[in-house]
């Protein structure tokens, strides 16, 4: 306990774990209706959040995956919800992911906690909201595990509970399946994007001079996390980083309802990123796993009534544990 079993699914196309990783992005559209507020960062930089206001004493804040933004279908879909049942939602662009460069040689990564402690500190400043809930997909949901075991000590009250989405809790074991063939055209379409925001940091910033070569060279993210996140955020090496950025060792220090939804055919994670043991040892971690359901997919038909089985769990948690 609390290990959940899922009710998950889904029709016959979407038992295919590639077909319902990239069918949301592809096939799926979504609206918004976002008032962008910039706040600025004790070091000088920059954090875009898009808020969407219903009026409500409640929000959530939901945080995009790798190289995503608030305009990641999963995103604008739990924005959609989300305020339909009348919560406010800010989404957290994480930084250089917002469609302006940050100011900083240093964008973010998977363990940088400490610029969510600064969202929620902002919105308890300049708020007057009664609860704050969290949301985090893929990377974002490393963030949101981590965080909530990290600061648990300091943990403002007004955050009552959090849901985590697929996410590599375990990021050395995720980065080598990620490495894998079967993994190729995902991780090619991830370093395209890295490849291109570390170029502009190198106009930007004269003086960073990393490798050219083995930069567009890249093939995992060992290659990348090796030339510009271990160097730029003072890690040794891409095993130091993962292993200081990882959630799983945070898991069993949370202390507030905190579920981790995820499913066995999603092809990013491996077995070290199913975290059955923490989750059984744990009064407020739960972790429900389907049997299908891709990385951010869940997607249950093709029609939109039946592609809202993960915002529709989600709002179920949230208002039973928030």
């Given at each position: ?316 948690f949230l208002k039973e544990n928030g």
């Amino acid at each position: 306990m609390p290990i959940i079993k899922s009710n998950f699914s889904p029709s016959l196309l979407f038992r295919n774990g590639h077909v319902n990783t990239i069918y949301r992005s592809l096939f799926m559209q979504e609206t918004h209706n976002y008032q962008r507020k910039r706040i600025e960062t004790l070091d000088d930089d920059f954090i875009d959040l898009d808020f969407s206001k219903v009026g409500s004493d409640t929000i959530v804040i939901l945080i995009h995956g790798l190289e995503g933004s608030s305009e990641s279908k999963y995103i604008l879909s739990a924005v959609a919800e989300f305020n339909s049942i009348g919560y406010d939602t800010v989404s957290f662009n994480l930084r250089g992911c917002s469609g302006e460069d940050n100011r900083l040689l240093k964008t973010y990564h998977s363990g940088k906690t400490e610029d969510l402690d600064f969202v929620v500190s902002y919105l308890l400043k300049n708020y007057a909201y009664k609860k704050i809930m969290i949301v985090g997909y893929s990377l974002g949901g490393n963030l949101t595990l981590k965080y909530l075991g990290e600061y648990r000590d300091h943990l403002p009250d007004k955050v009552t509970c959090a849901i985590a989405v697929s996410v590599p809790v375990d990021l050395a074991s995720s980065g080598r399946v990620m490495g894998t063939l079967k993994n190729k055209l995902y991780m090619e379409s991830f370093l395209k994007s890295l490849r291109q925001k570390v170029l502009a940091k190198v106009e930007q910033f004269p003086n960073y001079k990393p490798d050219r070569e083995k930069l567009m060279q890249a093939k995992t993210f060992k290659d990348f996390d090796e030339l510009y996140t271990a160097p730029v955020f003072n890690f040794s090496s891409p095993e130091d980083y993962w292993e200081k950025a990882s959630s799983k060792p945070y898991l069993s220090k949370i202390k507030i309802p905190s579920l981790l939804i995820t499913s066995l055919d999603d092809p990013f994670l491996p077995d070290e990123c199913y975290p059955y043991e923490e989750a059984g040892d744990s009064d407020a971690f739960h972790l429900e796993v389907t049997k299908y359901g891709g990385h951010v997919g869940f997607i249950t038909g093709i029609r939109k009534q039946y592609n809202r089985w993960l915002e529709k769990r989600m709002i179920r948690f949230l208002k039973e544990n928030g």
